[in-house]
């Protein structure tokens, strides 16, 4: 009735797909840029390319394939709410001003050195004539009224028509790519080499051939108006896109791996907006059957662990209930969170493995407490028993349930979204996996052992056995193996001086290896290398290794006239910087415009009314009419009149191709500390570098840092814990020493293994914690129960009482996981490892390395207040009874 009740928390229930508020901290600069950006503009490209590789691609028979193939994707139509969409409703249109040739030069005026230019990397002075100021502003503007709009793309087939195409000679191709430098359709200013990869030039320094060729379309988005929880993906990885692009960009994939199939001589690769959200979503969802099938072999591992060769202890109900307790809770503290209004991400698919190990483990830890208290002629009540039962097992698990739920916990002050939210749906998981285990387990437990008693099958419950069935002993092969292992081998002097030499090295080992971690991530890794999009990624940064990463400086509501020195200065300093390779703002051209067709220079301080007009003029001019969406003014700006103020500007560059985080975070840093500390003091004052790719970046620059401070007060906080609950000291010490090790050891094989330290090996590490104090804990706490004989027998009798249980809880989430080995997704590989290294050096450290500690140096075991006041008579007694019932229980 209440996994029922706590079900109608589903109505609030909410997907988080906006990848903004996955993965982005929220105090970053990101998040304040972006959200700036968002309000300013609104205005988001996403970009459909296709790229054609050949033996030499500036061949005739190659134009007129290629002419084909784009002729297909203009005409590619889709249908939305009975409405017809192509490429043209998406495009992002610019103005056609190839009436006039622009590159012709104007002559300055007044004896200003035109060819003057406050950046390192100049452009000639014709880029900068505007013949159309031959015209006065009425009749300019009456002309460009009239001007149509085209798509803006990059295209080489450009350079010639439908018509001309069809009887183009090759040297006609090779005299347009080396010479035209303006889009005969649209007027712009294009260098069409830098269409072409594997270029090959003569001795004059002419292109000659080229193995491939690139083709862009630009399409846009506005921000500020799509929903992403509703045109996201479900792993959180789409970016901003409209539903009508996305079905689009759906039918140009599906055209793309057609044509790539069906065209002879060439070959195609290609990639929409899409497609990093569609691959990478896919590959998580490609492997969803693979977690399905371990859930069922884990379950298959559970029933076969807790069962006996008769048809009485065959406990298939146990293992479906210990299954139902880990649903049960999963949905339990899904519909909590979603009432406390905490949405749901995509790394939380991962959650129902860690409470399935934490469940399972539990099951087994009672059926070995069982154990520890049944005996053969015994007349306690069942119910007495398994009261009995959970004095030993109930603290055991309150003690390692308590300490996840603090290790967790700690992981929710982490300032990444999608953590923080995963953290705290783990953690309430985990309450409610305990709640379900001593309740709703508990007494499906006692209900099948009462099966046991009335002489009812395993499988047909109704049916009653005429014949007593004779109850398996509880000592079995295996469990004589594991006693002979330890009293033979482990718990020998030179065993145990082995066990210590071994963890030592080991962990020295592992120490050298975890300063070697680094801390890297590449968004490449969640695509496969078999995918399309894979092979388009591999060839394109192969051919086009400059094209670097587009970067831009947001400024807001300044004096741009009067700050005007200050902002060329910031955009100078950058394009001199090594970290930049290209710099292209609206500030530099604007400078350039005025300086060569008006003779003016706006550094010295010209009236606002002058700066209005001549910006007005240069926004309509076809050198500066590519700048126009990068300026936000106070009212639409209007052919022939002078501009309004200027709310805000986006300045465009774009940084150098980087090997790693140790180039990028430096090179992001540097570029935002240069506009940060420029001296403006109009205005709001703000400023700030954006890219993309900072999202990635910022998410590097604090990962290691959160990871090592959450591993560290996660620590603290579990030996807090254990200190509390288990109230011993120095076995809190040992536990949390086991841990420790336990970590260290699997950061330092997780960099012998190729790993690096992003957002999915943190969130693997938060799970690591949780799971390797279970093993030490119950081991501890055990230790601490066996009140006779001497440290080596006390440890003795502790792995074999509850050795079994956690080595089995250790192998289920083993088995679970064992098919994420051969995943093609990274979160399922990534997880993989990390909960391999735990389970084994968690394992290793709880049940051979802490008991060999125990048996050398272990504390006292508990003494009750009745056995400390009793007489020394009273403790004789109980000593002999205590060794009586012990050996009848086999412990």
């Known amino acids: 009735m209440f996994v029922i009740i706590s079900c109608f928390g589903l109505l609030r229930f909410h997907i988080e797909k906006n990848p903004f508020r996955l993965w982005v901290p929220p105090d970053s600069d990101f998040f304040i840029d972006t959200n700036w950006f968002i309000d300013k503009f609104g205005t988001s490209f996403r970009f459909q390319k296709i790229l054609i590789k050949s033996d030499n691609v500036l061949e005739p028979e190659v134009f007129k394939t290629m002419n084909t193939i784009t002729n297909e994707i203009d005409s590619l139509t889709i249908t939305y709410k009975s409405r017809n969409y192509t490429i043209k409703d998406f495009c992002y249109e610019v103005p056609v001003v190839n009436f006039l040739n622009s590159n012709e030069n104007v002559g300055s005026e007044g004896g200003i050195n035109a060819n003057q230019s406050v950046f390192k990397k100049k452009k000639s002075n014709s880029e900068f004539s505007d013949a159309t100021l031959w015209f006065d502003d009425e009749l300019y503007c009456g002309v460009l009224d009239k001007f149509t709009m085209t798509c803006l793309q990059y295209n080489i087939l450009d350079l010639l028509n439908n018509s001309t195409v069809k009887n183009v000679t090759k040297d006609e191709i090779i005299r347009l790519v080396n010479q035209v430098k303006v889009n005969p359709i649209s007027g712009h200013a294009v260098d069409y080499s830098k269409l072409l990869g594997g270029i090959k030039y003569n001795n004059t320094g002419h292109i000659v051939s080229a193995e491939s060729v690139l083709f862009t379309w630009y399409t846009h988005v506005n921000m500020s108006d799509e929903d992403m929880n509703e045109a996201g993906n479900l792993v959180g990885t789409e970016d901003w896109q409209s539903i009508q692009l996305s079905m689009w960009e759906k039918q140009f994939l599906l055209k793309m791996a057609n044509l790539s199939s069906n065209v002879k001589g060439l070959k195609l690769y290609y990639e929409a907006g899409r497609s990093f959200a569609d691959v990478s979503g896919e590959t998580m969802f490609h492997d969803m059957d693979k977690l399905f099938i371990g859930i069922f072999l884990m379950f298959i591992y559970a029933v076969t662990a807790l069962s006996r060769c008769n048809w009485l202890e065959v406990r298939l109900t146990l293992g479906s209930v210990g299954l139902l307790c880990v649903g049960m809770a999963y949905v339990t503290a899904v519909s909590w969170c979603s009432i406390i209004g905490i949405p749901f991400g995509p790394v939380h698919s991962s959650l129902p493995f860690l409470l399935m190990g934490l469940g399972i483990d539990d099951m087994f830890v009672m059926n070995a407490c069982w154990k520890m208290v049944t005996t053969s002629k015994s007349s306690k009540s069942v119910p007495t028993k398994v009261g009995l039962m959970l004095k030993h097992a109930g603290v055991s698990i309150v003690i390692t349930s308590v300490t996840d739920i603090v290790a967790l916990l700690i992981g929710a002050i982490t300032i990444l979204p999608s953590l923080k939210s995963f953290c705290i749906y783990s953690a309430v998981g985990v309450f409610f996996v305990f709640c379900y285990?001593?309740?709703?387990?508990?007494?499906?437990?006692?209900?099948?052992?009462?099966?046991?008693?009335?002489?009812?099958?395993?499988?047909?419950?109704?049916?009653?056995?005429?014949?007593?069935?004779?109850?398996?002993?509880?000592?079995?092969?295996?469990?004589?193996?594991?006693s002979g292992f330890y009293k033979y081998i482990v718990l020998t002097k030179p065993g145990k001086t082995i066990v210590i030499l071994f963890t030592l090295i080991m962990t020295c080992f592992s120490i050298q290896s975890t300063l070697k971690l680094e801390q890297r991530f590449d968004p490449k890794w969640f695509i496969p290398e078999s995918s399309y999009y894979r092979e388009f990624i591999s060839v394109y940064e192969y051919y086009y290794p400059e094209q670097g990463q587009d970067a831009m400086v947001f400024l807001g509501k300044i004096n741009y006239n009067y700050e005007f020195s200050n902002i060329l200065n910031i955009m100078e300093e950058l394009g001199n910087s090594s970290y930049v390779m290209d710099v292209d703002p609206w500030i530099e051209g604007f400078y350039r415009y005025v300086l060569i067709n008006y003779a003016r220079d706006l550094r010295n301080n010209i009236t606002d009314a002058e700066f209005n007009r001549y910006l007005s003029r240069f926004l309509f001019s076809p050198v500066g009419g590519k700048f126009r969406a990068n300026l936000k003014l106070k009212e639409p700006l209007v052919c022939g009149r002078p501009a309004t103020e200027i709310q805000g500007s986006l300045m465009?560059?774009?940084?150098?191709?980087?090997?790693?985080?140790e180039e990028y975070i430096p090179a992001m840093n540097y570029v935002k500390n240069v506009v940060k500390s420029a001296n403006i003091t109009t205005g709001d004052g703000y400023r700030s570098v954006w890219a993309k790719v900072f999202a990635n970046w910022v998410t590097d620059e604090i990962i290691g840092l959160e990871m090592e401070r959450n591993i560290e007060l996660a620590l603290l906080c579990v030996m807090a814990c254990t200190i509390v609950l288990i109230t011993n000291l120095q076995m809190c010490l040992w536990i949390f020493i086991c841990v420790l090790i336990t970590i260290i050891n699997v950061l330092g094989w997780m960099q012998r293994w190729g790993m690096t330290v992003d957002i999915v090996c943190c969130i693997g590490l938060e799970l690591a914690i949780g799971l390797c104090v279970d093993y030490a804990a119950h081991v501890g706490h055990t230790f601490l129960t066996m009140t006779n004989g001497s440290r080596n027998e006390r440890a003795f009798a502790t792995v074999t009482s509850i050795g079994t249980a956690v080595l089995l809880g250790g192998g289920s989430t083993l088995l679970s996981l064992s098919l994420l080995g051969a995943s093609k997704a990274y979160t399922f590989q990534s997880f993989f490892k990390i909960f391999l290294l735990v389970i084994l050096f968690g394992l290793f450290h709880g049940?051979?390395?802490?008991?060999?500690?125990?048996?050398?140096?272990?504390?006292?075991?508990?003494?009750?207040?009745?056995?400390?006041?009793?007489?020394?008579?009273?403790?004789?007694?109980?000593?002999?009874?205590?060794?009586?019932?012990?050996?009848?229980?086999?412990?």
């Open 652 to 661: 465009s560059f774009r940084l150098k191709n980087f090997q790693g985080p």
């Open 437 to 482: 285990s001593v309740t709703f387990y508990v007494a499906a437990f006692t209900l099948d052992l009462k099966r046991i008693e009335q002489n009812r099958n395993g499988f047909l419950f109704c049916y009653t056995h005429k014949k007593p069935i004779a109850l398996a002993e509880n000592k079995t092969k295996c469990h004589e193996l594991f």
């Open 847 to 891: 049940l051979v390395f802490l008991p060999v500690i125990l048996s050398l140096v272990g504390p006292d075991a508990y003494r009750s207040k009745e056995h400390r006041d009793a007489s020394p008579e009273a403790v004789e007694l109980d000593r002999k009874n205590n060794e009586k019932e012990n050996y009848s229980t086999g412990t």
